[in-house]
């Protein structure tokens, strides 16, 4: 095998689709494309992660592109910082990216120029010394869901159709199992398994950390019947939750995207004015442990976090008391 076809020009198929063009500052001759193609191949093995740090590259690409920088031997930290600047800075047509958003961007040109740097394709890396943006968080921004609104969810959803008895199993999988919904979309039906007379669920969270957990009866019964409806019971390595296969004549595994449609359509129906997303189902749960009194250390375990900090983002229970003194105003 030669070596133009081990490393083509032409980006790997994980990579495509994910910019309109391949970012050509990095991509100067055979040797540079290899070690960037293998960055985002070889070196980064999270699809998330792959997505935005190549859209990143991308879009300092196309950055550098504009101002007159055709190669990486051009590119110096002064550029990298004033494009890190630009990023939080608001524009005529919107506002600039969260300052979480442009710490990822500058955490993957780092990166990226280490990954390069190594490899011989450059001296040094021009974005080594270039600070980011401060940023400090203490309290979680993800919307949540009280327990009347959590309830009201799930009652809202017509378990009359097999569709129904799906979309209520996810849910029901992110709430009181407190999983990401990376994992429950990529659950096979041998992830849902008895032991000890009860139902379990293996989650392959991110970063190769598979994670079990143990249903209670209400989370069992919402699995057992949608296996039973669906009839999965002998398709052991097949998805667990697929779509219906309405608009491909296929059905497929669940993907993100479906899981976020899929539960805007039925906060709209139960009357949900909170916009929440896949991630609230996940807080939400960790949330009305934690004002159940549940312990902060067994939360973490729970949710697979690797920092009780972590935790302590999903803790609301600061918010009710808040509401009693605002309400204290008399006027």
């Known amino acids: 095998m030669t070596n133009t076809e081990i490393i083509p020009f032409k980006e790997p198929r994980s990579l495509a689709g994910l910019a309109a063009k391949p970012p050509a500052v990095f991509l100067p001759d055979e040797k540079a494309a290899e070690r960037f193609f293998g960055f ?12 935005a740090y190549y859209k990143a590259a991308c879009r300092f690409s196309d950055w550098c592109e504009g101002r007159g920088l055709g190669s990486l031997a051009d590119v110096k930290p002064p550029h990298v910082a004033v494009y890190i600047e630009g990023l939080g800075l608001a524009r005529p047509e919107g506002a600039g990216l969260s300052r979480p958003t442009v710490k990822q961007h500058l955490a993957a040109l780092r990166m990226l120029f280490d990954w390069l ?53 996810i849910i029901g999988v992110m709430i009181y199992t407190f999983a990401r919904v990376g994992a429950v979309v990529n659950m096979n039906v041998e992830d849902y398994f008895s032991q000890g007379r009860r139902g379990w669920v293996r989650l392959h969270e991110k970063g190769g950390k598979e994670h079990e957990a143990p249903c209670i009866s209400k989370l069992e019964t919402y699995l057992d019947e949608y296996i039973a409806a669906a009839g999965l019971g002998k398709d052991e390595d097949g998805p667990l939750f697929r779509t219906t296969g ?55 375990k729970m949710a697979n976090h690797a920092d009780t900090r972590t935790t302590q983002l999903y803790d609301r229970r600061g918010d009710v008391a808040s509401l009693d003194e605002y309400g204290k105003v008399g006027i």
Request: hydrophobic residues 30%.
């Open 117 to 169: 740097v190594v490899g011989h394709v450059l001296e040094s890396n021009p974005a080594h010394a270039v600070r980011g943006p401060k940023y400090s968080q203490k309290k979680g921004k993800t919307p949540v869901l009280d327990r009347d609104e959590a309830r009201a969810l799930l009652a809202a959803i017509d378990t009359s159709s097999l569709t129904g008895l799906r979309d209520r199993a």
């Open 246 to 300: 309405r608009s491909t004549g296929r059905p497929h595994r669940m993907t993100q995207q479906d899981a976020y449609r899929m539960i805007q359509r039925h906060a709209k129906r139960a009357g949900i004015k909170t916009r929440i997303g896949n991630h609230s189902m996940r807080a939400t749960g960790i949330t009305d442990y934690l004002k159940s009194d549940g312990s902060l250390a067994e939360a973490r």
């Open 40 to 51: 985002f191949t070889a070196n980064i093995r999270n699809k998330n992660t792959r997505r």
